[in-house]
């Protein structure tokens, strides 16, 4: 098959696109924003209870452990990010690193793909665990309505805008911060930063938490898709994407403190609404502030997920990398009513696996595969770039360490996510092997086929 033509020698990652491509209008504040509400979106409130069981009072560390591995990826996104801006992320960058061999990119996304579909389960079980403690509704009727929902409003079709960001992320990330004010009228606010009790599982429980942890960082990956709507990406996408981690780790960090203040981890564990449990305990009109706050949160990010996971599906079929029904549209809305039906199956698919805990688990492991991808692409693309003596573009950011022509941070990342793929459920390994399996065999067998019509 004839070579991909590489992004970062068609167009300067600044200019704006004149072959009909996105306009070029967001800045810094408004990436903050989308970067700060696609991370704290419903993970947080997905599974600090589960984490909270394994870690106890040092659910903070975990957090803490967890936000490393995040910020090497956000690193090795920043760079590619600036070298390829196109949206699709690690898919893009596979393509890029891998120009004259299709199944590595279609296998990255099918793996994106499903970790979206598990991310899709993971916030709709926990929407449902709320909507219960609202409404009485057993949790086995709002986690698929809510999937259903969302795909509804996926098929007819939406418009986003900065102001509606803004507000998403301003409203969620104010649950924490009234966890977090709870927390410190408490009293107890700071016990678990230095109280030596952990779980029952003591400093083992504290790193499989931050495996578990991991999953409420995933998302801010989202920002690279946003590189051709980006005024010059290499000066603004790489701080939007390293002050958010920041400031969510921040946000998390006290969260946690206070949740665990004000209720014993324990009781976090057992509940379905955790931070609505932990609220309680301060106030009861605050519990249900939280709950109605969650289920907002968990509520929009499957309603993301869903539509940037059948836009990618989408993508993919119109490229070539996955069947073509998959690009079929609606003939009003425009919309890729195949892919958001796919996306819907293989999402309430994962609901039987378990509950929040396990399916964020599996984004999770499934998340730190595309991870691996990505920074092996980085170093592909370094080791590329040195052998055919190119100089980098002045407008590419560059991450600055490097072990001789290799980038560091896509080594060390590679080496902390090696860690936390250590510490997961054995039904976590076996739905992620075995995704990564139908990955790989789709892959090659899709990649045959493109060989037998070229």
Same mark, same amino acid.
């Given at each position: 098959?004839?070579?991909?033509?590489?992004?970062?020698?068609?167009?300067?990652?600044?200019?704006?696109?004149?072959?009909?491509?996105?306009?070029?209008?967001?800045?810094?504040?408004?990436?903050?924003?989308?970067?700060?509400?696609?991370?704290?979106?419903?993970? =947080? &409130?997905?599974? =600090?209870?589960?984490?909270?069981? +394994?870690?106890?009072?040092?659910?903070?560390?975990?957090?803490?452990?967890?936000?490393?591995?995040?910020?090497?990826?956000?690193?090795?996104?920043?760079?590619?990010? @600036?070298?390829?801006?196109?949206?699709?992320?690690?898919?893009? &960058?596979?393509?890029?690193?891998?120009?004259?061999?299709?199944?590595?990119?279609?296998?990255?996304?099918?793996?994106?793909?499903?970790?979206?579909?598990?991310?899709?389960?993971?916030?709709?079980?926990?929407?449902?665990?709320?909507?219960?403690?609202?409404?009485?509704?057993?949790?086995?009727?709002?986690?698929?309505?809510?999937?259903?929902?969302?795909?509804?409003?996926?098929?007819?079709?939406?418009?986003?805008?900065?102001?509606?960001?803004?507000?998403?992320?301003?409203?969620?990330?104010?649950?924490?911060?009234?966890?977090?004010?709870?927390?410190?009228?408490?009293?107890?606010?700071?016990?678990?930063?230095?109280?030596?009790?952990?779980?029952?599982?003591?400093?083992?429980?504290?790193?499989?938490?931050?495996? !578990?942890?991991?999953?409420? &960082?995933?998302?801010?990956?989202?920002?690279?898709?946003?590189? +051709?709507?980006?005024? $010059?990406?290499?000066?603004?996408?790489?701080?939007?994407?390293?002050?958010?981690?920041?400031?969510?780790?921040?946000? &998390?960090?006290?969260?946690?403190?206070?949740?665990?203040?004000?209720?014993?981890?324990?009781?976090?564990?057992?509940?379905?609404?955790?931070?609505?449990?932990?609220? +309680?305990?301060?106030?009861?009109?605050?519990?249900?502030?939280?709950?109605?706050?969650?289920?907002?949160?968990?509520?929009?990010?499957?309603?993301? @997920?869903? =539509?940037?996971?059948?836009?990618?599906?989408?993508?993919?079929?119109?490229?070539?990398?996955?069947?073509?029904?998959?690009?079929?549209?609606?003939?009003?809305?425009?919309?890729?009513?195949?892919?958001? !039906?796919?996306?819907?199956?293989?999402?309430?698919?994962?609901?039987?696996?378990?509950?929040? $805990?396990?399916?964020?688990?599996?984004?999770?492991?499934?998340?730190?595969?595309?991870?691996?991808?990505?920074?092996?692409? !980085?170093?592909?693309?370094? !080791?590329? +770039?040195?052998?055919?003596?190119?100089? @980098?573009?002045? $407008?590419?950011?560059?991450?600055?360490?490097?072990?001789?022509?290799?980038?560091?941070?896509?080594?060390?990342?590679?080496?902390?996510?090696?860690?936390?793929?250590?510490?997961?459920?054995?039904?976590?390994?076996?739905?992620?092997?075995?995704?990564?399996?139908?990955?790989?065999?789709?892959?090659?067998?899709?990649?045959?086929?493109?060989? $037998?019509?070229?």
């Amino acid at each position: 098959m004839t070579p991909t033509r590489s992004a970062e020698g068609a167009r300067a990652p600044g200019r704006d696109a004149g072959d009909g491509g996105l306009r070029r209008t967001l800045g810094l504040p408004s990436l903050l924003f989308y970067g700060v509400g696609v991370i704290i979106g419903g993970g =947080i &409130y997905s599974i =600090i209870g589960a984490a909270a069981g +394994e870690a106890g009072r040092r659910l903070w560390v975990s957090l803490l452990l967890a936000s490393v591995p995040a910020a090497l990826a956000a690193l090795c996104y920043a760079e590619l990010s @600036t070298r390829f801006p196109r949206a699709g992320a690690s898919y893009v &960058y596979v393509r890029e690193a891998t120009p004259n061999r299709s199944w590595p990119r279609i296998a990255i996304g099918f793996v994106t793909a499903s970790a979206a579909a598990a991310t899709a389960a993971t916030v709709s079980v926990a929407f449902a665990g709320y909507f219960e403690a609202l409404t009485g509704t057993p949790a086995w009727i709002g986690a698929p309505a809510l999937l259903v929902v969302c795909t509804a409003v996926n098929l007819r079709g939406i418009r986003e805008s900065a102001w509606v960001t803004a507000v998403a992320t301003s409203v969620e990330a104010l649950g924490l911060v009234l966890i977090i004010g709870a927390g410190v009228r408490s009293g107890r606010f700071f016990e678990g930063a230095v109280s030596d009790a952990a779980a029952a599982t003591g400093w083992s429980g504290v790193f499989a938490a931050a495996a !578990l942890c991991f999953f409420v &960082y995933t998302g801010f990956e989202g920002l690279a898709n946003l590189a +051709e709507e980006t005024r $010059d990406p290499a000066r603004r996408l790489p701080p939007a994407l390293l002050i958010s981690l920041v400031l969510t780790t921040v946000l &998390y960090l006290l969260t946690a403190l206070a949740a665990t203040a004000l209720v014993e981890p324990a009781r976090l564990a057992e509940s379905a609404s955790p931070l609505s449990t932990a609220a +309680e305990a301060a106030d009861p009109r605050l519990a249900t502030a939280l709950a109605w706050i969650a289920l907002f949160a968990t509520g929009n990010t499957a309603l993301i @997920t869903v =539509i940037v996971s059948s836009r990618l599906l989408f993508g993919m079929a119109k490229g070539g990398d996955m069947p073509a029904a998959l690009s079929r549209t609606l003939p009003r809305r425009r919309t890729p009513w195949v892919a958001a !039906l796919t996306m819907l199956a293989a999402a309430t698919a994962m609901l039987p696996l378990g509950g929040a $805990d396990v399916l964020g688990s599996i984004a999770s492991l499934l998340t730190l595969v595309d991870f691996l991808a990505v920074g092996a692409a !980085l170093v592909a693309v370094r !080791l590329r +770039e040195s052998a055919d003596g190119r100089p @980098t573009r002045s $407008d590419v950011f560059r991450i600055p360490v490097s072990f001789g022509r290799v980038p560091a941070a896509p080594v060390v990342m590679a080496v902390a996510v090696a860690l936390l793929a250590t510490q997961f459920r054995g039904v976590v390994y076996v739905v992620a092997a075995g995704v990564v399996l139908a990955a790989a065999v789709f892959a090659r067998l899709r990649a045959r086929a493109l060989r $037998d019509q070229a």
